[in-house]
């Protein structure tokens, strides 16, 4: 790879490759059946996908990166260097043209966000269409590029070469691997979690009325959904995201022309010493012209209690 290309834009050519391959071993571990699921805490599990997707991600992008922070959601002892890992890089990202103000980061400034499976309860109990691999991309504080890898779409056509697909978005350039759908207008379509569900995301959901609501899993699926037009916006006001959630989420809407932010309007901070749980919630709307109007439905009750 000619290292006359923006960092930038190598580090999101090898993170849409390496997304592609870990949906793979995603797609693997589910077809072997042996998921050897571990229960993190309350409602959080982890899976052999989840462990092996993971240290997949980290060993390559580390082999490329070796000056970059990189933050997984499981722990490091499910990390081991592996020594035959491919370094490829996605070629459509390389020729896109680096927004200006990107062209001279370099590896210090940057922290890459892993989630290496997002929706694993979802996948545990077989819906696999909300099942995401995220890789966010942050410089200083702000997340700027993300990669969002589907592994089962299109999952029933059996033919390996048209399964998954690979979204990605970077600040100052758009979205592509998708063509976004904008939502109907004069409605207001809710997507919200499946499986986290509290008395406090009914209360703040029942504040907004909305015309439908899609009780679906994973951060990765909530923010397709916005981008396909399904919904106007995703609700989360509980604390039990993390900034891995949120990382490739939040650029690739914005990318877009969407906003993804906490329950008050501020943006997350991605860089590398911060704190990784989203106490103040998450909400994200497909544009961000929205993002005002919903922001101001939130009850003043809920408000106070995500600090
Ligand atoms: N209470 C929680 N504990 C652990 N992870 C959570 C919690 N709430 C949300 N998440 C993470 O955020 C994602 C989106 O939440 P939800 O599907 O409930 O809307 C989940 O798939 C999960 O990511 P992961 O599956 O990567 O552990
Ligand atoms: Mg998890
Ligand atoms: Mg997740
Ligand atoms: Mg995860």
Redesign the pocket.
């Known amino acids: 790879m000619a290292q006359c290309t923006p960092l930038i834009l190598r580090i999101v050519a090898s993170s849409v490759s390496v997304a592609g391959q870990a949906g793979k071993i995603i797609r693997d571990v589910m077809k072997k059946g042996e998921l050897g699921i571990i229960d993190k805490?309350v409602?959080?599990l982890q899976t052999e996908a989840d462990r092996s997707a993971q240290n997949f991600i980290i060993s390559t992008l580390t082999k490329q990166f070796p000056g970059v922070t990189i933050i997984g959601?499981e722990e490091p002892s499910c990390y081991e260097a592996l020594d035959n890992v491919t370094a490829d890089s996605d070629t459509s990202v390389l020729q896109a043209t680096c927004p200006p103000d990107l062209v001279s980061v370099s590896e210090k400034d940057v922290v890459i966000w892993v989630?290496p499976?997002?929706?694993?309860?979802e996948y545990t109990k077989g819906l696999l269409d909300h099942v995401t691999v995220l890789i966010g991309i942050a410089v200083g504080q702000r997340a700027i590029a993300g990669v969002i890898h589907q592994p089962f779409h299109n999952f029933k056509l059996c033919d390996e070469n048209k399964i998954g697909r690979t979204i990605w978005g970077l600040q100052g350039y758009g979205v592509a691997g998708f063509k976004p759908i904008p939502p109907p207008p004069n409605k207001r379509i809710i997507t919200?979690?499946?499986?986290?569900f509290t008395p406090e995301i009914q209360e703040t959901l029942d504040a907004m009325c909305p015309d439908e609501l899609l009780r679906v899993?994973?951060?990765g699926h909530?923010v397709i959904l916005l981008m396909e037009g399904k919904a106007h916006a995703y609700v989360?006001a509980?604390p039990?995201?993390?900034r891995w959630?949120t990382c490739a989420p939040e650029a690739v809407l914005r990318a877009m022309g969407g906003e993804l932010t906490d329950m008050h309007g501020a943006t997350y901070d991605y860089s590398k010493d911060t704190p990784h749980a989203n106490t103040r919630g998450v909400l994200a709307t497909a544009l961000a012209s929205d993002h005002e109007f919903y922001l101001k439905m939130v009850p003043q009750k809920i408000r106070e209690l995500l600090i």
Do not use: Q, V, Y
């Open positions: 805490g409602n959080d959601e989630d499976l997002d929706g694993t309860s919200t979690t499946r499986s986290h899993g994973g951060a909530k989360f509980s039990g995201c993390k959630d």
